[in-house]
T-cell receptor
Framework: DAGITQSPRHKVTETGTPVTLRCHQT?????MYWYRQDPGHGLRLIHY???????DKGEVSDGYSVSRSKTEDFLLTLESATSSQTSVYFC???????????????FGPGTRLTVT | DAKTTQPPSMDCAEGRAANLPCNHS???????VYWYRQIHSQGPQYIIH?????ETNEMASLIITEDRKSSTLILPHATLRDTAVYYC??????????????WGLGTSLAVNP
């Protein structure tokens, strides 16, 4: 299994509080991704990073920010959590030598976030 | 990116081959077919991908029809640990900086003893 850890694994927080989720990899992969998964929806991309300090928005980026100051860490921040951000969050990594390999992604175990 | 259609659920007997179909009738020439699976409460797991030739790895085989409008993921000897949701995703690999993968709801495969 790819060396990807996420922390915390579970979190309950109140509406309006800031929350930061961490993804840590030991694979030295260039690309890192944050997804959310909700019942009745497939996984949806929030943000991704293609290198240190290089990030871009995915399809559901509103209300989220990210940072990547080191190759191994990719942080997802909810500046002011809302109940609609209750979800399971997955981090993924890829290390494409070819463009087609961008989508050969390896996922972490997930973080279950509940916003009350 | 082309849309995919998968049956919502399938059953398979342990030890038998599991054949998971995916329809992607609007696929374009530069779009690859990727398969992932997700075991309950875990992160998705990459299985295999292909363009037009059949592909095989240690996990599965991918059979793509000659017209590329459909494909089948084959687990040759299904085990109970293969019980999972299987996702078929079609993605153009030269689509600018958009790195989105469109995940549908997949096929829930139950392998029965």
């Amino acid at each position: 299994d790819a060396g990807i850890t996420q922390s915390p694994r579970h979190k309950v927080t109140e509406t309006g509080t800031p929350v930061t989720l961490r993804c840590h990899q030991t694979e030295n992969h260039r690309y890192m991704y944050w997804y959310r998964q909700d019942p009745g929806h497939g996984l949806r991309l929030i943000h991704y990073s293609y290198g240190v300090k290089d990030t871009d928005k995915g399809e559901v980026s509103d209300g989220y920010s990210v940072s990547r100051s080191k190759t191994e860490d990719f942080l997802l921040t909810l500046e002011s959590a809302t109940s609609s951000q209750t979800s399971v969050y997955f981090c993924a990594i890829s290390d494409p030598s070819k463009v087609v390999d961008l989508y050969e992604q390896y996922f972490g175990p997930g973080t279950r976030l509940t916003v009350t | 990116d082309a849309k995919t259609t998968q049956p919502p659920s399938m059953d398979c007997a342990e030890g038998r081959a599991a054949n998971l179909p995916c329809n992607h009738s609007t696929i374009s020439g530069n779009e690859y077919v990727y398969w992932y699976r997700q075991i309950h409460s875990q992160g998705p797991q990459y299985i295999i991908h292909g363009l037009k030739n059949n592909e095989t790895n240690e996990m599965a085989s991918l059979i793509i029809t000659e017209d590329r409008k459909s494909s089948t993921l084959i687990l040759p000897h299904a085990t109970l640990r293969d019980t999972a949701v299987y996702y078929c995703i079609v993605r153009a690999v030269n689509a600018g900086n958009n790195r989105k993968l469109i995940w549908g709801l997949g096929t829930s495969l139950a392998v029965n003893p």
